[in-house]
């Protein structure tokens, strides 16, 4: 079945400090999605990637889709202890029809 | 717009018992997803249904694990008997369309159902 690995699983930053994680697929996707879930929280959507080769910003927030659509990356530059957090990517693979598929997440820490 | 809900917010039962969880979409959310999130791991989809319909069950544990969507609208995720595994969160989600390639299919979550088996 569809496999997608998510590193780090963990990263410790000092505020200010930049950050990023990366997923990749063992199968083309059709699309990607990006979510963080806090602490106690459930998962909230940020973006979703369509486009081969695709870039989006979002204040801080930098998301990459691969040439191939088979990685992603999320980039956040000079941290803030409100991005801590767990960030987890969605991939969907079309079989029959579109099923996502999550990655293990990368746990963000901020030291203030 | 109110959100996904979901009940109970907590729920502890003995191995061998059964439980049943609720899932309340998005107003006009025609894919739901019920998802299985174990401590420190990713949300792993359960099944997903468009509409009344089941899109993809591929990774329920059918002989102990059933749901399903009345009308097209709520959700109801059952176990029976549940085993010690089976502790973790259960969350349901919902999105507007059910396709890939950006066809409203942005996941709104519910807070989830956290479940302690003993």
């Known amino acids: 079945g569809q496999q997608v690995m998510q590193i780090p699983q963990y990263q410790h930053v000092q505020e200010g400090e930049d950050f990023t994680t990366y997923c990749n697929s063992s199968?083309?996707?059709?699309?990607i999605q990006w979510y963080k879930q806090r602490p106690g929280g459930h998962p909230v959507f940020l973006i979703q990637?369509?486009?081969?080769?695709e870039v989006k910003k979002q204040k801080r927030l930098t998301f990459q889709f691969g040439e191939a659509k088979k990685n992603s990356s999320l980039h956040i530059t000079a941290t803030q202890t409100t991005d801590v957090g767990t960030y987890f990517c969605a991939g969907w693979v079309k079989g029959g029809s579109y099923i996502p598929t999550f990655g293990r997440g990368t746990s963000l820490i901020v030291h203030p | 717009e109110a959100g996904v809900a979901q009940s109970p917010r907590y729920k502890i039962i003995e191995k061998r018992q059964s439980v049943a969880f609720w899932c309340n979409p998005i107003s006009g959310h025609a894919t739901l997803y019920w998802y299985q999130q174990i401590l420190g791991q990713g949300p792993k989809l359960l099944i997903q249904?468009?509409?009344?319909?089941?899109?993809?069950d591929s990774q329920l544990p059918k002989d102990r694990f059933s749901a399903e969507r009345l009308k097209g609208v709520d959700s109801t995720l059952k176990i029976q008997p549940a085993k010690l595994e089976d502790s973790a969160v259960y969350l349901c989600?919902?999105?507007?369309?059910?396709?890939?390639?950006?066809?409203?299919?942005?996941?709104?979550f519910g807070p989830g159902t956290r479940l302690t088996v003993l």
């Open positions: 990637l369509v486009k081969s080769g």
């Open positions: 199968t083309t996707l059709s699309n």
């Open positions: 249904f468009q509409n009344n319909g089941v899109v993809d």
């Open positions: 989600a919902s999105s507007l369309g059910g396709g890939g390639g950006g066809t409203y299919n942005e996941q709104f």
